[in-house]
């Protein structure tokens, strides 16, 4: 089992930047490919951001388009955390966030591919 636990989320004026963490316990995230989703009220959870690693090629990232460019994920794995820096944020990017943990090389943007879940951490961003 992983425990995860987000922090870092709040409030903030468009434009400005602001970094998520996301804790893990219970066993080591670098066995995984860890992730970012979101949910805005009245929407579905959607896919931000994700890193894998793979023996053979190393660590790979993904992004949602709506987030590339903006948004850099990247993970600690000495320190079981993983970050999510969001910078020229958008009120759109208003949400709650989750981090999530997966094993396994499956397609990162599908919620029913992901094993672990935080509760989530509220971003809001006001224009």
């Known amino acids: 089992q992983v425990q995860l636990v987000e922090s870092g989320g709040g409030l903030v004026q468009a434009a400005g930047p602001l970094r998520l963490s996301c804790a893990a316990s219970?066993?080591?995230?670098?066995?995984?490919?860890t992730g970012w989703f979101r949910q805005a009220p009245g929407k579905e959870r959607e896919f931000v951001a994700a890193?894998?690693?793979?023996?053979?090629?190393?660590?790979?990232?993904y992004y949602a388009d709506s987030v590339k460019g903006r948004f850099t994920i990247s993970r600690d794995n000495a320190n079981n955390t993983m970050y999510l820096q969001m910078n020229s944020l958008k009120p759109e990017d208003t949400a709650v966030y989750y981090c999530?943990?997966?094993?396994?090389?499956?397609?990162?943007?599908?919620?029913?591919?992901?094993?672990?879940w935080g509760p989530g951490t509220q971003v809001t961003v006001s224009s």
């Open positions: 999530a943990a997966g094993s396994g090389a499956k397609v990162v943007a599908l919620t029913s591919n992901w094993d672990y």
């Open positions: 219970g066993r080591t995230i670098s066995n995984y490919r």
């Open positions: 890193i894998s690693w793979f023996m053979w090629s190393g660590s790979s990232t």
